[in-house]
């Protein structure tokens, strides 16, 4: 007993033993072996075997599931989508989610109001937010082709998800449609936590609004974007139900990324190959992983916060 007071004596305020600890974190950490670690080792031993049309194990297939993926005919055009989709959309959303943000910081009337509506479609489902979009992009009876032909800057329908050229930017302009909001709402939060004063000096000193922007909004927010960069890299790059409800009719790859592509080969494709696809997501995971090492690196923010 007397051991044990002298323990409790000794162990600094505010910290906790590992028994409590794991008191608290339990929860947590059930969960995580739970949802990530055990699908996660389950996708690992996947890519390693051959199952059959039913998904039944046939047996072990080594690293030809990985040699099949990475010598795939489709694979570069599959890259290349996946790079245009994810660069693109991330890139607009930051540039637009940072005008926004200013918008959503200024008092106007009405501003609650606009930012209820701003928050709706990230608050919606993005199965039913891709599927709105895929009936407003519709060739007969969708709002864009009826507004434009109204408006008479077309004299024709067009095609927004059977031209191949035009399936890309659609699916682009929803992809930032639905990751603006988040990334606004990040960058307001950013603008809220610089002090006024800092403001009010530079007006004092007579800094015109574009080099107070440049000299003292870009640098304080770039926390908040660096965060918003990261988190929709991995949002965009996972985002299937935008691909899919509007490019999942379209015969072949070409407009297809390396998530509804993994899909594909597993379920939709001529090959029914499960662990060909199980390959492909360890794949995409060391993908993300590496993009996201690269702009941290990129970014050296470590230790441009230290200093």
């Known amino acids: 007993m007397s051991r044990a007071l002298a323990t409790r004596r000794r162990r600094p305020r505010g910290t906790a033993g590992i028994a409590e600890a794991l008191l608290w974190l339990g929860p947590a950490l059930i969960l995580i072996l739970g949802i990530v670690v055990d699908p996660a080792v389950a996708l690992v031993g996947t890519s390693f075997g051959t199952y059959s049309i039913t998904g039944l194990r046939k047996g072990d297939a080594g690293f030809q599931n990985y040699i099949a993926f990475l010598t ?18 991330v890139a607009m959303t930051i540039l637009l989610s940072l005008g926004l943000a200013q918008f959503l910081s200024k008092e106007f009337f009405g501003r609650r109001f606009v930012r209820w509506a701003v928050i709706v479609p990230w608050a ?43 399936i890309m930017p659609s699916m682009i302009t929803v992809g930032i449609f639905v990751s603006m909001p988040f990334t606004a709402y990040l960058f307001v939060a950013g603008l809220n936590a610089i002090p006024g004063d800092l403001y009010e000096a530079a007006r004092i000193d007579g800094a015109r609004p574009s080099q107070i922007y440049r000299r003292i909004t870009l640098p304080l927010l770039r926390p ?4 918003g960069v990261v988190l929709n890299m991995i949002y965009v ?30 379920f939709k494709s001529a090959q029914h190959d499960v662990g060909m696809s199980a ?22 923010w470590r230790r441009r916060d230290e200093s």
């Open 72 to 89: 795939s005919p489709d694979l570069g055009k599959v890259v290349w989508n996946t790079t245009v989709w994810v660069g693109v959309v």
């Open 124 to 166: 919606a489902a993005l199965v039913i937010s891709s599927q709105l979009f895929r009936l407003m992009y519709d060739y007969y009876h969708g709002i864009i082709n009826g507004l434009l032909l109204w408006l008479g800057v077309i004299h024709k329908p067009i095609d927004w998800l059977g031209n191949p050229a035009l």
């Open 224 to 227: 908040a974007i660096l965060i």
């Open 237 to 266: 790059f996972n985002s299937f139900p935008i691909i899919w409800i509007l490019n999942g009719s379209n015969p072949g790859f070409g407009n297809d990324t390396l998530i509804t592509y993994m899909y594909k080969i597993a």
């Open 279 to 300: 390959a492909a997501g360890i794949f995409n995971v060391i993908l993300i992983l590496i993009a996201v090492a690269i702009y941290l690196r990129f970014t050296n």
